[in-house]
C-alpha cells in the first residue's frame, strides 16, 4: 500500500485512522465549547433552550466514543516519533502537554455526564437508543460544584487546545519542520531521521 493510503502511523508520519480520529475530535472540542458558551446566554423562551443542551449531549457522547477509540488505537498503534531537530526540552513539553489533553478531556466528558444524568435521567440519542445514569447526584450542592468543575475543565481544555494548534504552527512556520504538515495530510514523510519518541 502507497504511502498516499497508508492506514497505520509508521516512523515517518501519520496514518488515515490516526488523521480520521485527530480532526473531527478537535472540531467537535471547539464545537461543543462554543455551543456552551452560547446555551449560557438563552432565556426560557428562545427557541435553542431546550434543544441546544441535547444537542451538547449528543455530541459530547459523539467525542467521549471517538475518544474512547483514539484510546484503543494508541494501544495497537505506536505513533511516529519527534522530529529529530525538536529540543529534548521540546519533547518533554510535548509529551506532557498531549498526557494533559487526554487527561482533561476525560474529565471534561466526565463532569458532562454527571451534570446531563446526575438526576437519575437517561441521555436519549434515539427512539431506540439511550446512555443510563449510573452516578446520582443527591443534592443541589453538589451539582452546583459538578457545573463548576465542567466549566472549569473545559475553558483548560480549550486553553491546552489552542496552544496545542499555535505549537504546531511555531513547528511550521519558525521551526520549519513537518511536524504539522504530517498530521495535516496522512502519509507525509518526515524528511529527518527518526527519535523514538516518548509513550
Not at 59 to 79: E, P, S, V, Y
Not at 97 to 126: D, E, K, N, P, R
Request: charged share 15%; with cysteine; glycine share 8%.
Amino acid at each position: 500500500m502507497g504511502h498516499g493510503m497508508q492506514l497505520k502511523d509508521r516512523a515517518q508520519g501519520y496514518g488515515w485512522i490516526s488523521w480520521l480520529l485527530h480532526w473531527p475530535s478537535a472540531l467537535l472540542i471547539v464545537g461543543l465549547f462554543a455551543l456552551g458558551l452560547y446555551m449560557r446566554g438563552l432565556d426560557y423562551y428562545h427557541p435553542w433552550y431546550h434543544r441546544a443542551p441535547a444537542l451538547h449531549k449528543q455530541i459530547g457522547i459523539l467525542l467521549a466514543t471517538i475518544t474512547l477509540l483514539r484510546l484503543c488505537w494508541r494501544l495497537f498503534n505506536r505513533t511516529p516519533p519527534f522530529e529529530a531537530m525538536l529540543a529534548p526540552w521540546e519533547r518533554i513539553v510535548a509529551t506532557l502537554a498531549h498526557q494533559l489533553l487526554y487527561l482533561l478531556l476525560f474529565l471534561t466528558l466526565a463532569t458532562g455526564y454527571l451534570i446531563a444524568t446526575g438526576g437519575g435521567q437517561a441521555v436519549s440519542l434515539t427512539d431506540m437508543l439511550s446512555i443510563p445514569s449510573l452516578v446520582r447526584l443527591h443534592d443541589s450542592d453538589t451539582e452546583e460544584l459538578v457545573g463548576e468543575l465542567h466549566e472549569l475543565f473545559s475553558f483548560l481544555l480549550i486553553g491546552l487546545t489552542l496552544l496545542h494548534a499555535l505549537a504546531a504552527c511555531k513547528h511550521h512556520w519558525i521551526d520549519r519542520n513537518r511536524t504539522l504538515l504530517r498530521m495535516l495530510w496522512p502519509g507525509s514523510t518526515s524528511p529527518t531521521a527518526p527519535q523514538e519518541r516518548e509513550p
